[in-house]
């Protein structure tokens, strides 16, 4: 046995990776498709995220069956919490569920690819560069794609902004019509409270090139997720001014902080 | 007597592997003559073969005397051969003369080898890239502002002259047999650099599969620019692996550190300008002209790598 083969038979469970194998993906004859994700890869990244996603933050998902079995799907969420947990627990939640299970794909901040090992790492995983053009080839591929419209300004957000939606782009709206997918809208809850930041040390950032520089405690606090999958919006694809299509992303905005106060209504205690 | 003439056609880059294969392909059903700016090549009796520089007057004498019906042109010098400046003269400059003459004596059909290389590597590429992005190379590195070039001409002759049906193929990497350029050296050779924690995307076309592209592209006057590359992808550092490749880190970051190393070393299969190529993917969508043309790939990436594997040599 060789060596790789070994630490797969000790990390990756038999019925994880059968389970990935039932979900067919359209990859080429080396286990890529275009946008880097591996087959293999993601078996490790999952067996990973199970002990994260079950033992750490204990999510608790409900709804996820509201995301459509097939076909072109946007996930759009509250973004929150500095580093891209959110993603990783929607994207579990959903390549995890019994029935008709999905691996997502999730935008990613523009950032990311420029960075060395976590770049390829998240590409390998399902994570996608968050460019209009990525978004549209990946529904026109009938994908399920996580979008988070607040971008930079809801993940880099300070703890005293907890759980206040930020700006929406309208862009994941003008997809959605164009591709005839249906939205499904999540509300995160926990995610906030698991790297709370006080300051954003914006002339650090920019030195590094990196989009936030958060004043935070360096550890990843176990906050108890709850995750909330609304019903599916549907949207037709009129030709509409921008100013109707921003009233449709505001109808999501509020779907979305509906489910995120139902989230907060529900959860008991921080931890 | 109206026996049926065979086509005439003018091939470019007669040299190169792609080009002879391409000759062997035509060579039974029409009359073909072969240029090149490097080298003269024999390619057997019936086919006539020169060295020639498009910019010299005799280049026309070809011209006057075969009274082609179509051109193949694979005659790029790429970015690693020559400077810059002889290869903006064969490549820009020559070009530009070939399509005048192609005009002047009524050519009916061209085709174009161009690269996926226009497109250029950057950090914020999507994947899937159509014909119709924009071409960000030029901007990029000064050594491959030859090759967008080369393509805006192709371009411009292609709409201010369409009895020209010029056909530009803009192929992903081009690996096989004979092959000699960057990425083929590098999959041959026992040790290959790679930057430190990059492993782009990457989609590569056997040689003989290229051909056959090629060919059916001449058959089909259907003018337009098209990408060719097969349906499959596989990450820059995991095909190293298949080919039996020992992958040298080079260190990534910042990125002054790997431009001044490959620039100090300047090794010829990892040149500093396409250090890119190894850090960011462009992926490009080939699925326009597999539907125009009907080209269906036949080789598959395992076959390909197998080769590079069991035919190691020495770096």
């Known amino acids: 046995m060789s060596l790789a083969s070994f630490l797969k038979s000790r990390l990756v469970p038999a019925e994880l990776d059968e389970h990935i194998n039932r979900i067919r993906k359209p990859i080429g004859s080396l286990g890529y498709d275009p946008w880097g994700y591996n087959n293999e890869a993601i078996k490790y990244g999952l067996s990973l995220t199970k002990q994260i996603y079950e033992k750490y933050f204990r999510v608790q998902a409900q709804g996820v069956e509201n995301i459509p079995a097939e076909g072109p799907v946007l996930i759009i969420a509250n973004h929150s919490g500095q580093l891209p947990i959110d993603g990783l627990l929607i994207g579990y939640a959903l390549a995890s569920r019994e029935k008709d299970p999905r691996i997502p794909r999730a935008m990613i901040e523009r950032f990311f690819p420029t960075v060395p090992w976590l770049g390829n790492l998240l590409n390998e995983v399902g994570a996608v560069l968050g460019d209009p053009v990525n978004c549209a080839k990946m529904l026109a591929n009938n994908e399920a794609v996580i979008v988070f419209p607040e971008g930079i300004r809801g993940s880099g957000k300070l703890y005293h902004d907890r759980y206040q939606l930020k700006r929406f782009g309208n862009g994941f709206m003008h997809l959605a019509m164009k591709y005839k997918a249906p939205i499904v809208p999540v509300g995160v809850v926990g995610c906030e409270e698991t790297i709370p930041a006080i300051a954003n040390i914006k002339p650090l950032a920019k030195a590094l090139g990196i989009p936030y520089a958060p004043v935070a405690m360096p550890v990843v606090l176990p906050a108890k997720v709850h995750l909330n999958f609304g019903a599916p919006m549907y949207f037709d694809d009129l030709e509409i001014p921008e100013e109707q299509v921003t009233e449709r992303v505001e109808k999501v905005k509020a779907e979305i902080s509906r489910l995120i106060d139902k989230g907060l209504s529900e959860r008991k205690r921080l931890f | ?315």
């Not at chain 2, 080298?39 to 007057?57: A, M, T």
């Not at chain 2, 924690?197 to 059916?216: T, Y």
């Open chain 2, 1 to 315: 007597m109206t026996e049926q003439r065979r086509p005439h056609i003018l091939i470019t880059g007669a040299a190169g592997a792609l080009a002879q294969q391409v000759i062997e392909q035509l060579r039974d059903t029409c009359d073909l003559v072969a240029v090149d700016f490097r080298e003269q090549v024999y390619l057997g009796d019936d086919i006539p073969s020169y060295c020639i520089d498009f910019n010299k007057r005799v280049f026309e004498d070809l011209f006057r005397r075969y009274q082609f019906d179509g051109v193949i042109h694979m005659g790029r010098i790429m970015s690693s051969q020559l400077t810059r400046m002889r290869r903006y003269n064969a490549n820009v400059l020559g070009t530009q003369k070939l399509l005048d003459l192609s005009h002047k004596y009524g050519i009916k059909r061209v085709v174009v080898l161009s690269t996926f290389h226009v497109y250029g590597a950057v950090a914020y590429n999507p994947a899937l890239i159509d014909e119709s992005a924009p071409l960000k190379s030029a901007g990029l590195s000064a050594d491959l502002i030859d090759s967008v070039e080369l393509e805006n001409l192709a371009n411009i002759y292609l709409w201010r002259y369409p009895e020209l049906n010029i056909t530009i193929l803009r192929p992903c990497n081009i690996v096989g047999p004979g092959v000699r350029n960057t990425i083929s050296t590098l999959l041959a050779s026992e040790r290959a650099p790679v930057l430190a924690g990059f492993s782009p995307m990457m989609q590569f076309i056997h040689i003989d599969d290229m051909a056959d592209a090629i060919v059916l592209a001449y058959k089909k006057p259907t003018r337009g620019v098209y990408n060719v590359a097969p349906q499959d992808w596989v990450a820059y550092q995991h095909a190293l692996k298949l080919c039996g490749c020992k992958r040298i880190q080079v260190p990534s970051i910042p990125p002054m550190v790997p431009k001044m190393i490959l620039g100090t070393l300047k090794l010829k299969s990892f040149p500093s300008y396409l250090m890119a190529f190894f850090k960011y993917p462009v992926v490009i969508d080939g699925r326009a002209f597999v539907k125009e043309f009907g080209f269906e790939p036949k080789r598959p990436l395992k076959e390909i790598f197998r080769f590079y594997r069991e035919n190691k040599r020495p770096v």
